[in-house]
């Protein structure tokens, strides 16, 4: 069976540091991954997604990226964060040939001080 | 604009009694829809899809249905439990891009 991980369940960062979140996926080959976040209050949005290694495509400008080093590793990075870069992290992976289909992982709970 | 409106925003029922969650859409041309449960601090977990010729659909005591043509659709749960708290999310997905619209969610309180 599938699984998704990601790490560290919670993190707490100063202003202006560098963030690497990871996700990972078993189970499965060539899978769709995808970076959402999660502000208190508000619904998931999408900020990455990557239909293969090295292939990202990002939905909202913002000071975050993202890389697959790996076909199924996913990584969401920071050069310096901001106060509104807070908020809960979730990494999703769906069948190459079905993008409806997502499976979320844990997430990251990030705050930002 | 959202495509995916949800109400109540937030629920609070006694356990054992049923509840009404709702969800209007925009999202064109529709695929499929989904509610999802999240538990706090936790990562959404898939309870229901619908398709365009589906009108309803039940995982337990979760029944969820669909109007394609009023694009509505609401999510039933039945003698409620203290574990049903949690936000109930509904995901609209059209035939074009990745990106999937999700609504903000209904956050269920079950008290004893």
């Known amino acids: 069976s599938q699984t998704i991980h990601q790490w560290p369940a919670t993190l707490v960062q100063p202003v202006g540091s560098p963030l690497s979140l990871e996700c990972t996926v078993e189970?499965?080959?060539?899978?769709?991954l995808y970076w959402y976040r999660q502000a208190a209050g508000r619904g998931l949005q999408l900020l990455f997604y990557s239909v293969g290694i090295g292939q990202i495509s990002s939905e909202v400008p913002q000071n975050l990226s993202a890389s697959r080093p790996q076909d199924r590793q996913f990584i969401l990075s920071s050069k310096k964060l901001l106060l509104s870069d807070s908020g809960f992290y979730l990494c999703a992976w769906s069948p190459g040939t079905n993008t409806d289909t997502q499976y979320f992982g844990p997430g990251t709970r990030l705050t930002v001080l | 604009k959202n495509q995916v409106e949800q109400s109540p925003q937030s629920l609070i029922i006694l356990e054992g009694k049923n509840c009404t969650l709702q969800?209007?859409?925009?999202?064109?041309?529709?695929?499929?829809l989904r509610w999802y449960k999240q538990d706090t601090g936790r990562g959404p977990v898939s309870l229901t899809i619908?398709?365009?010729?589906?009108n309803t659909k039940s995982n337990g005591r979760y029944t969820a249905t669909l109007d394609a043509d009023t694009k509505q659709s609401s999510l039933h749960i039945t003698a409620s439990q203290l574990s049903d708290s949690a936000s109930y999310i509904c995901v609209v997905s059209a035939y074009s891009g990745y990106a999937l619209n999700f609504g903000k969610g209904t956050s269920l309180l079950v008290t004893p």
């Open positions: 969800c209007n859409y925009t999202v064109s041309p529709f695929s499929n």
């Open positions: 189970g499965t080959s060539n899978p769709n």
């Open positions: 619908m398709t365009f010729s589906e």
